[in-house]
């Protein structure tokens, strides 16, 4: 069936500023796509990344280049084959699902055979800081059961000390973002693991990661940026334990899940992550995530202002998804 097509490009501001190895923002920027039938429309969002040379005006002029496609009645298997994975197909796979639920009179939940998603437990970020202000910020948040911590190539230790020490009974996760060397991950690893931290994200870059082939870590390692789809995981068996799958990498819930599937077939560890977006283009993850070892879906918490029928964080509890945000059944 056809349908027409909208592109926004929107700005939210954050609580305060987002510090990883590679920059802080203190606003972030989405893409958001409608699909409407003329009475029932489909949302989704995307999120740009400068790690891969991507703005929010580029994702929209991709999404731009299968307007007419789109609007003569494309489908969410043939949109698969005529996009590449990444944050504007993300956008277009999400609406395709919300209008998919609503013309079906079904939510997604049945429609993917994952179920509504209920009770899970997101991790909460903790910015890279001094380590004494990533203290205080730890205290802050004491009463989280896993907090995720941001890292670059300093202070390593003394960053998760101080965290360590201000949020003893939380599960710690490190993630790197590419910013180590194998000496650093040499040198830190042991330490980390009797400070609390549970897990290690990417600690080296992706394309560079090789050298981990013949690491034995005293943690388990979860690829983040060296994993996007399913064509990655034959490279990453003796190198990671998990990866991290975010749909504005995989290209939207229908890789996503298709890639939870085979991940798990082979043995790793799943985590569900984001891109810094609302709870728009958190809402598909959510339905990727039953099962994963940890759910890293924390921007609603993070933003100063976020869309109607927002999702709530309390202590690492995610609320109820509403029908009324995505995915829902009219």
């Not at 009974?169 to 490190?174: A, F, N």
């Not at 034959?234 to 996503?256: F, Q, R």
């Not at 991940?263 to 339905?287: E, H, K, N, W």
Request: aromatic residues 4%; contains cysteine.
């Amino acid at each position: 069936m056809s349908c027409s097509l909208k592109i926004e490009i929107d700005r939210w501001p954050l609580k305060k500023p987002f510090v990883i190895a590679r920059g802080s923002r203190d606003e972030t920027e989405t893409v958001t796509v409608t699909l409407s039938d003329g009475e029932i429309a489909g949302r989704g969002e995307a999120v740009a990344s400068p790690r891969y040379d991507q703005t929010s005006h580029s994702l929209a002029a991709e999404i731009e280049t299968i307007r007419n496609l789109l609007e003569q009645g494309l489908d969410r298997l043939e949109l698969q084959q005529v996009m590449r994975a990444g944050p504007a197909r993300n956008a277009v796979d999400a609406a395709m699902w919300d209008l998919e639920a609503k013309r079906n009179h079904q939510d997604v939940g049945q429609l993917s055979g994952m179920g509504w998603p209920e009770g899970l437990q997101t991790v909460q970020t903790i910015s890279i800081l001094s380590p004494e202000e990533m203290g205080k910020e730890a205290g802050r948040l004491a009463g989280f059961p896993v907090l995720k911590v941001k890292l670059d190539a300093k202070l390593n230790c003394e960053r998760i000390a101080a965290v360590h020490g201000n949020a003893p009974q939380s599960q710690l996760l490190v993630d790197a973002n590419e910013s180590w060397t194998l000496d650093i991950l040499r040198e830190v690893a042991p330490q980390l693991a009797r400070l609390g931290v549970a897990m290690i994200e990417q600690p080296l870059p992706a394309g560079a990661d090789e050298p981990l082939r013949n690491y034995a870590s005293p943690l388990p390692l979860f690829a983040d940026e060296s994993c996007h789809s399913r064509a990655d995981l034959a490279g990453l068996g003796e190198k990671y334990h998990g990866v991290n799958i975010k749909l504005d990498k995989s290209g939207g819930l229908t890789e996503a899940l298709a890639l939870r599937a085979a991940a798990l077939d082979q043995g790793f560890d799943i985590m569900v992550g984001c891109m810094l977006s609302t709870s728009l283009g958190i809402a598909p993850a959510l339905f990727a995530a039953a099962g994963a070892r940890y759910v890293d879906v924390d921007p609603p918490a993070l933003l100063a202002k976020d869309r109607k029928h927002a999702l709530k964080i309390e202590n690492g509890r995610v609320s109820r998804l509403s029908p009324a945000l995505w995915g829902g059944a009219v």
